[in-house]
């Protein structure tokens, strides 16, 4: 500022020329080259590259171009002021116009900072990365700062991806052994069965034989009766001991099948509950295989008008407000960019760790629909949102997990009950009046 601002004076000429100077922010092309990749990486999506692609009419020699080559071709690119790299900067503008609003009024380095430092505690990454490195004011100290701040969050990025996919192939294994063990299991019961069946037959074939020795005896009056009555005592003596003996083996397998029984019947649910949670984190997986590397689903082109239907756009919130309440912190700008991504408004709240419950209720009051992860939320925060969800009639989803797979899993209900909505009505619907 001038010594005339300073000193309060009305200088037209300094205001207007302070004011044109950040009026846009400036073209990657006058940017750090060192900065590039990082930028690219992290502020547009793989879709996004290949929809200027597209528009753009660029071909190329290999046709299976991998999707490190082509991010590679576009961080080139944007070192160049001719037409992909003019398009490039154009896409960042019109998708971080309002985060640019935010960030140019900044008048000095360390409001910018602030600002930064502001969006990264709310988990508001690609965005205000674009802004601060694109802005007139900002500090070389403050670019390698935040550049090595980015870094770090995307090395968290895929340790946490790593660790869903470990655990998916742990449950994998569990479900294997649950199926080794009901065959074992079904293969004890069917000896025990034929063990049971012999003691039967040997029983019946003890019954006989004792209602043969009676018939034989009342058939020979004249003999040796004493003798051949202290034979029948000993006879029958005998077969009433091997009796109460297969009598109490019976028992003893008969309560030996009903324990097996149940451990057969706990096996099913168990296995079933193992098969439902597999399929459950296979299509969360196939989900984040087929955004990766970004993790963001294709953009939406609805500018809020007609909904063109689920088969047009599969994955259209329809400018709806999610709330996002709980989850990992460092996944929170991953889940923005998925509700943004699919034409969508994003909000969040911890959960109380940090944040009021007041704002909870002023955020919920906001929202269109809520999401929680059922493993990463407090109690209270899980009542409070059934309440006002309930009196409101807000639409409510709680995920498997706090993962970003299980996360996007569950929107794509919501996307897929507001397509279906403005199909059918012709107009996207102020409010989803659905209890979940």
Request: net charge positive; hydrophobic share 35%.
């Amino acid at each position: 500022m001038c010594a005339s601002c300073e000193k309060g004076l009305r200088n037209t000429s300094c205001k207007g020329k302070f004011a044109r100077s950040r009026t846009k922010p400036k073209p990657l092309w006058e940017l750090n080259a060192s900065w590039m990749c990082s930028l690219i990486g992290t502020c547009l999506t793989l879709d996004e590259l290949k929809k200027i692609q597209r528009r753009n009419k660029v071909t190329f020699s290999n046709p299976d171009m991998t999707a490190y080559e082509l991010h590679a071709y576009f961080v080139k690119a944007a070192s160049k002021s001719d037409r992909i790299g003019r398009a490039l900067q154009a896409m960042l503008e019109r998708k971080y116009r309002l985060t640019w609003k935010q960030f140019a009024v900044a008048e000095t380095a360390e409001e910018l900072d602030a600002k930064w430092r502001e969006a990264l505690s709310k988990g508001d990454i690609a965005g205000p990365y674009w802004a601060v490195l694109a802005h007139p004011l900002v500090s070389l100290d403050l670019e390698n700062r935040i550049f090595g701040e980015v870094h770090m969050l995307s090395h968290l990025v895929g340790a946490t991806n790593r660790s869903d996919l470990k655990m998916l192939r742990k449950k994998g294994e569990e479900v294997d052994k649950m199926r080794e063990e009901l065959e074992r299991t079904r293969c004890d019961v069917w000896s025990r069965d034929r063990i049971v069946a012999g003691l039967r037959t040997e029983l019946d074939h003890e019954r006989r034989s004792r209602r043969n020795a009676t018939f034989n005896f009342a058939q020979n009056p004249l003999g040796d009766k004493t003798a051949h009555a202290t034979n029948m005592e000993a006879t029958l003596e005998g077969f009433r001991q091997a009796l109460d003996e297969a009598d109490k083996i019976t028992r003893g397998m008969q309560d030996s099948l009903a324990r097996k029984g149940k451990r057969i019947e706990f096996l099913e649910a168990e296995r079933a509950r193992l098969q439902e949670e597999l399929t459950v984190l296979e299509a969360e997986t196939r989900i984040l295989e087929n955004t990766a590397p970004s993790f963001v689903g294709q953009m939406c082109d609805n500018d809020g008008g007609l909904c063109p239907g689920e088969e047009a756009c599969p994955h259209d919130l329809c400018r709806k407000r999610v709330l996002y309440v709980g989850g990992r912190a460092t996944l929170v700008s991953r889940y923005r960019d998925v509700v943004e991504g699919w034409n969508g408004e994003f909000l969040h709240h911890d959960g109380g760790q940090e944040q009021s419950f007041e704002r909870l209720g002023g955020l919920l009051e906001q929202a269109d629909v809520v999401v929680f992860p059922a493993d990463c939320v407090s109690h209270t925060a899980v009542a409070h949102i059934k309440n006002r969800c309930t009196e409101n009639g807000k639409r409510m989803m709680a995920v498997r997990s706090s993962g970003l797979g299980a996360f996007m899993h569950g929107l794509q209900s919501v996307a897929a009950h507001q397509s279906l909505s403005g199909s059918k009505q012709g107009a996207h619907p102020r409010q989803l009046n659905v209890v979940g």
